[in-house]
């Protein structure tokens, strides 16, 4: 059906609605979209983007044929519209949107900032929904949000720190509220001590684009000189239970105990998986120089997907280069700006960017928290976007030890008709009798849609990998940007991964090693006082929740010959800084009773334990 409308005012009202569709799915300011402004050429729109404009266009003015693909411009495509909607051009040049009457200013940049940092539309950001269960903005994401508006505002850059908020509303509150002494209150300190953390760095603002890069140095060389960062300090031998380090800050080779690797079964320094690196190498060289899909896949690689869908027990198989491209290509490839994605909130790094890559509408739920995952999808179901849902969730979180409560996740998937993907990371090779992770570990082979994982922790090797149907898996092999684009593991890592896969299978007793040490550190660290929350993997957190406590403490530790890593944030949200140490089946009776020694001197000495009368 046509209408019939007043041209002018009408041609003002359809470029207002299609600059804000073109800002929405591009983050561009709209005052840089200028009606001549080429798609391609000025604006570095490509087709695929192109595309989800048209449909997002078509969908908001009811236009039921399909827009064409070939509109070069924004004036072009005001002019298709208006024959779609039988609108006469009108003459006037059409301007920018107008500001909304009456709006607050505070509100109205705080909106301006939502909408380009979270690719909302305007209509969908309710001004009192919650930032994580109800439109899907986590910590980094809110940062940015943040500092744009208070940027915006003239407002400091401690704003970023200082304003908490869990909705539109509030945040724009706080900005309101917000000034200089506020923002300097949570300065902590003796007055030599620089109470920042990398947080501060994130959305500094310069017209350098290099000043945030130049202030963060500063801060990191006095970091270093305190010891307090020890960050990336290169290996001089094999990591297994002890490891020679070069000391860079010392100047020195260190031999440490180690407790920081995700070598878990021990298969890295493995005979067999060694030669097996080293044969495949010499038969089919270093690397190959292509893609999968040019010039890039030999047999090994196809051997490699059918012994890991045989061992997670699941009709197929892709390998990615990483663990890192297979959460980005696998979600990327599925979920699409009319899906949902449901996410953990302490989910891998990895699955947030893919969440983001994707463009689908994300919502998250309290860290495994079922009323609250529960909570989301009804909700998603009653308001209902067409699309369909993923509900993604690490076996094992990384920086906390606990495992997700994957029967409860299952069960919800069903109700509300959302499928499942598991990233087995740290569960491989750790949880089930077999080491095949998460699904096994509860009894649920063949009801989690997708099994994740990466092969640079227990299986010894590089490389990601995503199971499952084989329909699904095929898709994802054409789909998966991070796979068509990106050239494949050498054979020669393939084939230490086949040979990693049988030791697994013919070693069984690697796994029941590794929890009996899991088990005997976890008891003494505990019963020491320490607390590590709900670990129940080989990932041992020792929670401290102060940055400076808690890299005083890695000093200490590192200082009598343990190496452990210190997290702080982003590896965890401000506040809630740890020591994550990770244990491994070569570990032996004397190296837990000497580690458990040094944790408690080092915790005593820092004050993270109290003194013994």
């Not at 009456?102 to 705080?110: M, T």
């Not at 010039?295 to 997907?305: A, F, S």
């Not at 070693?507 to 590590?532: C, M, S, Y």
Request: glycine residues 10%; aromatic residues 6%.
């Amino acid at each position: 059906m046509t209408h019939l409308m007043d041209g002018p005012q009408e041609t003002v009202r359809i470029h207002r609605k299609v600059v804000g569709i073109v800002a929405e799915r591009t983050l561009y300011d709209e005052s840089q979209l200028l009606p001549d402004s080429h798609f391609e050429g000025d604006l570095g729109i490509d087709s695929v983007i192109l595309e989800s404009i048209l449909v997002s266009v078509g969908e908001q003015f009811g236009i039921e044929e399909r827009l064409p693909g070939n509109i070069t411009t924004i004036r072009e495509l005001v002019a298709r519209v208006e024959g779609a909607l039988g609108v006469t051009p009108g003459a006037a040049e059409p301007g920018a949107p107008a500001e909304a009457e009456g709006a607050d200013a505070v509100l109205e940049a705080v909106l301006a900032a939502a909408v380009r940092q979270t690719q909302y539309q305007r209509s969908q950001l309710a001004l009192d929904a919650d930032f994580e269960s109800e439109l899907g903005i986590d910590s980094v994401i809110l940062t940015s949000l943040v500092a744009e508006a208070a940027q915006e505002l003239g407002l400091p850059e401690t704003a970023v720190g200082a304003v908490t908020a869990q909705s539109l509303r509030g945040l724009a509150a706080g900005l309101t509220a917000l000034t200089e002494q506020a923002g300097a209150a949570g300065r902590a300190g003796d007055g030599s001590w620089d109470g920042r953390s990398m947080k501060d760095f994130v959305e500094q603002r310069d017209p350098d684009l290099f000043a945030k890069a130049r202030s963060f140095g500063a801060y990191r060389r006095r970091r270093e000189e305190e010891r307090l960062y020890w960050y990336g300090m290169p290996l001089l031998s094999r990591c297994e239970n002890r490891a020679v380090i070069y000391d860079e800050l010392a100047g020195r080779e260190r031999e440490f105990l180690m407790f920081a690797s995700n070598n878990y079964l021990g298969l890295a320094n493995h005979p067999k998986v060694v030669e097996a690196v080293c044969e495949a190498t010499r038969t089919y060289g270093a690397t190959h120089t292509g893609s999968r899909f040019i010039g890039g896949t030999n047999m090994l690689h196809k051997e490699l997907e059918r012994r890991l869908a045989a061992f997670k027990q699941r009709p197929a198989a892709i390998v990615y280069p990483g663990g890192y491209a297979a959460n980005l290509g696998a979600i990327s490839g599925l979920v699409k700006s009319y899906d949902t994605l449901v996410v953990d909130k302490l989910n891998h790094m990895s699955i947030v960017d893919g969440s983001r890559l994707s463009g689908g509408v994300r919502r998250i739920y309290q860290h495994n928290d079922m009323q609250d995952l529960e909570q989301v999808l009804r909700r998603g179901a009653e308001q209902g976007t067409g699309g369909g849902t993923l509900i993604v969730a690490d076996g094992v979180f990384s920086m906390h030890g606990d495992v997700c409560d994957l029967p409860e996740i299952v069960r919800l998937a069903k109700t509300y008709g959302a499928r499942v993907m598991i990233d087995d990371a740290h569960a491989t090779g750790v949880l089930g009798a077999r080491g095949s992770g998460t699904a096994e570990h509860f009894g649920l082979k063949g009801e989690v849609d997708l099994e994740l994982g990466t092969m640079s922790k227990a299986l010894a090797g590089m490389g990601g990998f995503v199971v499952g149907e084989e329909e699904v898996v095929e898709y994802l092999r054409y789909y998966s940007n991070s796979y068509v684009f990106a050239a494949n593991i050498p054979a020669g890592v393939a084939a230490g991964l086949i040979a990693s896969l049988d030791v697994i299978e013919s070693e069984p007793g690697r796994v029941k090693r590794l929890w009996a040490n899991i088990h005997a550190l976890r008891d003494r660290l505990r019963k020491a006082g320490f607390d590590l929350e709900r670990t129940e993997s080989a990932i041992l957190p020792i929670v401290i929740g102060d940055e400076r406590k808690a890299m005083e403490m890695g000093r200490a530790v590192r200082a009598r010959g343990l190496f452990c890593q210190t997290v702080v944030y982003p590896g965890v949200p401000l506040g809630d800084a740890r020591l994550r140490v990770s244990v491994t089946c070569e570990h032996t009776p004397q190296d837990l009773e000497l580690a458990t020694e040094i944790f408690i001197e080092s915790a005593t000495e820092t004050g993270v334990l109290p003194r013994s009368e």
